[in-house]
């Protein structure tokens, strides 16, 4: 194991100047609450990988726990595109400036565009399917007791989730979605704004058929 590499509950954090430089761009650009969250979502992820034995590259999967929530922040937002595809763009940019393969880069970017639309990520590849296993268990709880309490304990441990992080991710996805309520549509952001905003009207795609310029 390389000198100095971190490894918190039996999973080494990626050390190469790639990951080095996420790192650091997420903590330039996030909020501590976020990058402890993005981190989190890495090691679930990774011990996700471990315990259904599955063959996944380290440095991809960080990359994308690292980035899928970058387009929440004004920094990386566009004005139309949901802030997932704005995060999938963010990191495919950066992975322009290593030697990564485009059938790699699409899956970073596949990891981060759909890790809020559930059913389709699990069939995935491993990039994709993991990413979202580590969001789903850090913001949900799913798989909640497939991970032992002592890797639960050392993951928050080393990266909190404080007494507020519920609250605090909920106010961040609003945050990030509420001046664009349009690409909430069809994807679980639409919950959290209407939860969050008493001005959010649902999109609802019955509707939307109906009132189409088509006569029948």
Known sequence: MPQGSEVIAGIRIPDSQMARA???LVRD????LLYHHSRRVFLFGALTGERKKLKYDPELLY?????????????????TDRFEVDGANAARD????????????DDVWDSIALHTTPGIPQHK????????????????????HDFTEEQRHEVCT????????????LSAFCYGTIKKPDTTFGNV???????????YKR??????????????
């Open 63 to 79: 990359v994308g726990t690292m980035f899928h929530d970058m387009g929440l922040f004004d920094s990386h937002a566009s004005e």
């Open 158 to 169: 080393c990266h909190p989730r404080g007494l507020k992080f519920k609250h605090g991710i």
């Open 22 to 24: 996420a790192t650091e």
């Open 203 to 216: 999109m609802n795609f019955g509707e939307m058929i109906m009132d189409s310029a088509w006569d029948s």
């Open 189 to 199: 952001k639409a919950d959290v704004l209407e939860r969050m905003d008493p001005t």
């Open 125 to 144: 590849r491993p990039t994709v399917a993991l990413v979202t296993a580590g969001v789903e268990m850090d913001v949900l709880g799913i798989a909640y």
């Open 94 to 105: 950066f992975l322009k400036a290593y030697d990564v393969s485009e059938r790699d880069v």
């Open 29 to 32: 650009t996030e909020t501590d």
